[in-house]
């Protein structure tokens, strides 16, 4: 095997090793791993599934970075970056998350419930903050930072729950896999046509190659070749 046939058949590898990745970041999730929202209106995933499949899918090699963390109003948000390494590119892939929180208040006072205007500006009055809001909130704010940022990998991480239309990843590198196949294919027989009628029969036989710029240049380099043998 060739040099450049070695490098062809490793990219051949590479296509096939990351569709093979990608669907594996588009199985559903295991229904235990799924939960309803507090609210009662919507599903997530549970935390432990999110932490435990970035463990098993990316090897351990994943952190988070850049948190930023706003006060606005009665709310706090925060924005994270999840940073993993593929497995087998190596390549460090980014993934932004963000969520917010609502500061749990004193109950609004029952002389200024029939007042929104009132009730409203309790509602953004700190001093009517629960003392220990943010303990128990915190680390909830985050949980759901991290489960915004995973989600964007694929279904196994929740990418569809909630969602009228699920979107699933064509075949887009088991296609360029026989794209390439077929053209190394195609090549060969180009290079052993005896005759301009053999090689009409291949490019006519190819039509998917026929906006391929190596099989055009191989075809026309034979044609030359066969039209100055047969001189």
Known sequence: MSNSEFVRQGELDSYSSHEKFTQLLNQAPPANAIEKTPDGRAVTMTISHIEATLDEVFLGQWSIENTQIQQIANEVLMILELLVVHPISGMHIRRTGCAAIQITMD????????????????????????????????????????????????????????RKNEDQPEEFYGNMVAIEEALQVALTEVENAANIEELKAIWEGYNQLHNNTSFKAAVNSKKSILAYAAG
């Open 107 to 162: 109950a609004v006072p029952e002389n200024i419930k029939s007042n929104s205007q009132a009730k409203n500006a309790w509602a953004l009055d700190m001093s009517h903050k629960k003392p220990n809001a943010l303990y128990l909130s915190f680390p909830k704010l985050k949980a759901l930072a991290l489960k915004n940022a995973a989600q964007s990998f694929g279904t196994l991480f929740g990418r569809n729950l909630n």
